[in-house]
């Protein structure tokens, strides 16, 4: 009696060609990434890069602190200076002081980090900052925080980011574009110390 051995057919066609698709999907998506739709998101869509990064240089040991008051509408801004603690940023101590002083905004709204490319200073803020605010609240939180940031020189501007995306308005006050720091209204409302 003879015996016939049975010849096993493979079945790795399907597998091997499974996986060139998944490589070439891949490759897809990759030149998608790089050279397609997502190099054209617009600008107030993109993610900013980590803010939180500790400033490398921070050549300020002391700072104006700014303090709101009003007399009727009228907004006062009083300044003292103020040593900053150690390890931390000058410009945000003194930013988020402010904010805490102004007792406008929550007290979980900070600013958590900040970078400064060509004049711009891109703060990076807690989402609760991100909120409408009545007239008056506005010109105080504008106004107070631009004249804090104006004592650093390399700031020109300033533009704030909450959880990667901009933070497009104060109520009413448009913010989608950097605002500058200094100007006449800003330093005619300031104080000396």
């Not at 996986?19 to 070439?24: I, K, N, P, S």
């Not at 939180?141 to 390399?154: D, P, V």
């Not at 109520?171 to 300031?190: M, Q």
């Amino acid at each position: 009696m003879a015996t016939k051995k049975k010849q096993k057919k493979s079945n790795n066609g399907p597998i091997v060609g499974l996986m060139v698709v998944a490589v070439l999907g891949l490759g897809a998506l990759a030149a998608y990434v790089k050279y397609g739709g997502a190099s054209k998101v617009p600008p107030e869509m993109q993610r900013v890069p980590n803010l939180q990064q500790p400033s490398s240089k921070n050549e300020h040991s002391t700072v104006d602190l700014v303090t709101p008051s009003r007399n009727g509408t009228e907004l006062k801004l009083d300044k003292h200076q103020s040593d900053v603690p150690a390890g931390e940023d000058a410009r945000l101590f003194a930013l988020n002081h402010y904010l805490r002083q102004s007792k406008i905004m929550p007290a979980d709204a900070k600013a958590i980090g900040i970078q400064v490319k060509d004049g711009v200073a891109l703060i990076d803020v807690t989402p609760s900052f991100n909120q409408t605010f009545g007239s008056l609240d506005e010109e105080a939180l504008l106004k107070g925080m631009t004249t804090t940031l104006a004592q650093f020189k390399e700031i020109q501007k300033v533009q704030f980011f909450s959880e990667g995306k901009v933070v497009s308005s104060l109520g009413n006050v448009d913010l989608s574009e950097p605002i500058p720091v200094r100007s006449d209204s800003v330093a005619s409302n300031s104080s000396q110390p």
